[in-house]
């Protein structure tokens, strides 16, 4: 045999959709998909007790900004968005999907999609929920929005954060209960370079609604959480074609 | 792309790779021709880090790697071209053999991932009907899945970290034999081992390294000769250390002795072959009775020890 070549090309729809699908029936377990719609019940459950407020579409948007976008939408997309690709590098799985003939991009888009694919429904429909067990229809849409763009915007972030660190979940919790929901709340000004401060603008967007830390235009908010997924993912790019896999 | 007959597939060039002050690989260079090349070393030597660097997976710290005259760190359509079967026993748990190989179908593009998949694991030896997931597989089995998914899109540069660990006999031999007709089709195989003996059986070219460094190349036959010959030196225990030592000695079968109390006697040796065969009836004809009779680098960590430092 004089020569060898093997002249197949990937389509990387068909790549996209594969590893989406690998990466879904990998990470996404029963205890994960239990533990995250446990969360959104609580959600569902604080709603219900906001039915008897004097205000009750202040009192669920409360509860939606409070708990509902400053602690069960990061920590949900911190379990799955950190643990999507960082479990393949714990695992030692990554260098089978390293060594293809594949755009960088592509695992990352598919780590993207995966995670937002499945925290986005069990995150804003429990919030929208919310909602409207509290008798707040109005809410609901605006919860529905800014959940569904929180969720892309955390998942850009903890999917770089699960490729670039190892135990990127640590890193994650404290950036969510320090940064999130604090730190970034000391300081005049620092709250726009938080994540739930854009995501509760787009609650606001609802008539009547005053939450706190929702001072950002809902127009900007739009642009903004998206373009925080844009650039986790192009970071997450740039990291993924870098390191040594092991 | 197509590349000549007779071209190196793989060259590496003053390749060393250092994780902060651990050095893994030291200044290694090579090339490596189509058929079948051994990477033999004991276990920790970079062997796999050498692999990996082959790959494109890591990136060297100093020195280049070339595989089908591209860059495999910087280009990653040179990966259409390679296998990989990697050391670890990890797969994917959620998938079945099947499904585990035609994704790697589907990732290099081939048009029927199916067929692909299905005629790899047959050549595997393996039922690609089997519904089983993963895990429930015995270690010789993930092993063959792990080359099923290496040779899926027929490579022409095929790299296998440790493919015979965990093989019963009879699937060892048969991977041996897919191996080498691999080979014979033109392509570039290289097979990691620790064992001597499995590498034998390869008959192959060797490249043998040790504390990260090249520690000889050759065909096995050449390399074989060498560690035979090499000095060893082999403990006896005798009621007559002095009386057999003397007779050794003069005869030219060990090279030097020290008797160390009534018993124990170790002998320095360049001709292991001939003192085994002359030993017993040395000890007849002196009246001696042997205890016993261990060669005390005989082990591989003491053959690369010798080619190191020869």
Sequence with gaps: MSTIASTARPRTTASLLALTRLLLRSQVTLARLLGIAGLGALSVLLGLFSRGDENPADAAAEVIATYGLGILLPLA??????????????DRLLVYLWLKPLSRWVLPAAAIIATFGVVAPLTALPLAATALVAGSSDVALSAFGAATLGALAYTGLFVAAGIWFRRAVWYGLAFVLLWENALAYAAEGSARFTVSEWARSILETAPGVDVEGGARSALAAFIVLPAVAVAGWLVATWRYGRADVD | MSVGADEPRVVAEGVSKWFGPLVAVSDVSFDIGPGVTALLGPNGVGKSTMLRMLCGLARPSKGTVRLLGRDPRADAGVSRLVGLMPQQESVFESLTAREFVRLTAVLHGLPDAD??????????????SDTRRLPTYSKGMRQRVKVAQAIV????VLVLDEPLTGLDPRQRADMITLFQGLGAEGRCVIVSSHVLGEVERLGSRILVMSQGRLAAAGDFRELRALMDDRPMRVRVRSDRPRQLAGALLERGLAVGARVDGD???ELDTTDARNLSRALAPVARERDARLYEVLALDADLEGVFRYLVER
């Design chain 1, 77 to 90: 997309t911190l379990w799955l968005g950190t643990s999507v690709i960082g479990d393949l590098v714990d």
């Design chain 2, 115 to 128: 067929a692909a998949a299905s005629g790899a694991l047959e050549r595997m030896g393996l039922d690609p």
């Design chain 2, 153 to 156: 899109h027929e490579p022409t």
């Design chain 2, 263 to 265: 018993e124990l006697l």
